[in-house]
């Protein structure tokens, strides 16, 4: 990364995306907590908790960068994500197979990037695969359950975050964070909208069905 020092602006941006995160993950857990219980919903939730604690550490210390006039620094806050994402990723991933299948368990696959320090491989496989075997399964319920909206906006979502990724492995001069941080609030945005239409047209559907 070049020295150019973050910018309060751009530190305040970065919280954006922890906050559509955390919107969208609370529509996800009522939904599984209305129709899987309280022990699928608390993993749920655990897991929602950790992926919006380890996004907002990041942006925390991108805002002391910005207060201190520095550029980005690795540090302890910066660098926890890794393992907190990894964690709720997990738990999110696990509890909506539960939601999505009667009473199986499993993981799915996917890909990570390269470069980057040999102690997050393992993590950032986790959080990688999770992130987007969640968002393939809310996808798939959100189909299945008719609701095309938030289908279509779970994979406007997962799409924004696989560009957003791929822009992150390449120059991160000071106008490119400023597109790749728009990028990912757009794709959080898109998730908690899509959670939120999820949940409310299953509950309408749930009402009728009764």
Do not use: H
Not at 8 to 14: P, S, T, V, W
Not at 97 to 122: G, V
Not at 127 to 154: P, V
Request: glycine share 8%; net charge positive.
């Amino acid at each position: 990364m070049e020295d150019t020092p973050i910018t309060l602006g751009m530190a305040l941006m970065d919280f954006i995306p922890n906050l559509g995160y955390l919107v969208g993950a609370y529509f996800l857990v009522r939904l599984i907590l209305r129709e899987r219980g309280q022990r699928c919903g608390r993993m749920a939730m655990l897991g929602a908790l950790l992926v919006f604690l380890g996004g907002t550490l990041k942006a925390t210390s991108k805002l002391l960068d910005a207060l201190n006039n520095r550029p980005y620094t690795v540090n302890v806050l910066s660098e926890a994500q890794f393992v907190m994402l990894a964690i709720g990723f997990l738990g999110t991933v696990t509890a909506l197979i539960l939601l999505a299948r009667e009473r199986r368990s499993s993981t799915p696959l996917s890909a990570a990037l390269l470069f980057i320090a040999p102690w997050k491989i393992p993590f950032l496989l986790v959080m990688t695969l999770c992130q987007f075997g969640a968002l393939g399964l809310l996808t798939y319920l959100s189909f299945r359950r008719k609701i095309i909206l938030s289908g279509a906006l779970f994979i406007t979502s997962a799409v924004l975050t696989l560009l957003m990724a791929g822009m992150a492995s390449g120059s991160q001069v000071l106008g490119m964070q400023w597109i790749e941080q728009s990028i990912n609030s757009l794709a959080q945005i898109s998730f908690a909208i899509a959670a939120f239409k999820l949940d409310r047209t299953s509950q309408q559907q749930k009402a009728i069905a009764c």
